[in-house]
Structures are given as structure tokens and as C-alpha cells.
């Protein structure tokens, strides 16, 4: 069965600062993997996602994440965040059987 | 276009009583998966409908927990009888092709429930 390891539980940083939030997955076969936020009292959505191509993409709002398949590594990037991007961050994975499976979260603070 | 919907909002009941949770996916959307987010935890997929047909079903505690999903459209998730761990978010998503795993999931509010 597949896994998801978000290993930053909560992040703290200041505003302007760059961020980079680790996801690694476990499974043999082929991935497809997504970054969902939650803001503060608002409904999970997508934030970027990634399925073939380029294994660097682009998302909402300044994100990025880099596929690195050797490594079984997905980590979400921002070079300046900013304190409305303090929410809540979840790393995806979906396989070609369609299973999904989420990480258990890392919480986000951005202080002004 | 309207999101994903759920109710009720938020729900408080006593161990052992029985519960139901309602979503309705987005129109067209033909996947809908029943997600239970425990506090400090990610989503967990309770159970994945493919039209009116389940896709996976393999962490539904099928003792307690039913779901349905009559005519391809609206769900419901029950618990009968509810556990102390039962207290969660549970989270309705829909995508419009769910075998199509490039799929975009769209979540809807949620349903907090609290067991007593």
C-alpha cells in the first residue's frame, strides 16, 4: 500500500522568507501528485499537480514543486511567502489505479 | 459553477447513536469519495463511488459504516453505532472522472462530528 510523508509538522517562518515543504511517497508504480491548502475556515483545494512532462510545476499564488522520482520526493517551494499563504498544506498521491492517499498535513504560519 | 455540498455542517451525538452525513458532487462529476480527517491527521478515502458503483471500499469499517450513492448523484455516509474515534471531519470530493488519475478532487465544507 502506498504512503505519504509530510515530515515538517508545523512551519514557522517570517514574512518574505522561502519556502520548502518535504513530501515523500512510497509506491512502486506510477504517481500522480498534488498539493492541496486549506486557508483559515475555507474548503481544501488544489494547489498544483503534477502528472507527466516537466518535473517542475507551477501553481496558484507563486508555487512550485519539483518531482524528483529517484528520490520519491515532491516538495512544494514559494522563494517569498506571504502571511496570507499561513494555512494548512497536503501533500497528495494519486495512483493509476486512481487510489488516493494524503499526508498527514504541515501547518503553515507566516508571521508579518 | 456550484461546489461540491454537504450537511450538516457540524453534528453532536451520544456513543452508540446512529448518524448520516449527505454530500452533493458537482453536476457531471461522476467520482465521489468519502474522505474521514481526524484531528492532527490527512484525509483518510473511506470509500470511492464511480458513478453509483464503489471503486474501493478497503478502510470502510464496514461494520459500523455504510455509504450509498442511489442514481450516480447524491451520497449519504452513515454511522450505526457510533465510537468514540469516530469523532472527525468527513469530507465529501468529487472529480469528474476519478479513472482518469490526472482527476482534480474538489472538496466540499466538511461535516465535524463529535462523539460524546
Redesign the interface.
Known sequence: AQSVSQHNHHVILSEAASLELGCNYSYGGTVNLFWYVQYPGQHLQLLLKYFSGDPLVKGIKGFEAEFIKSKFSFNLRKPSVQWSDTAEYFCAVLTNAGKSTFGDGTTLTVKP | EA??AQSPRYKIIEKRQSVAFWCNPISGHATL?W?QQIL??????LI?FQNNGV??DSQLPKDRFSAERLKGVDSTLKIQPAKLEDSAVY?C?SSFN??A?????Y????TRLTVL
Open positions: 461546489g461540491v469519495y474522505y492532527g491527521q490527512g484525509p483518510k478515502l470511492q471503486v474501493d469530507l470530493a476519478g479513472g488519475s490526472t482527476d482534480t478532487q472538496f466540499g465544507p466538511g
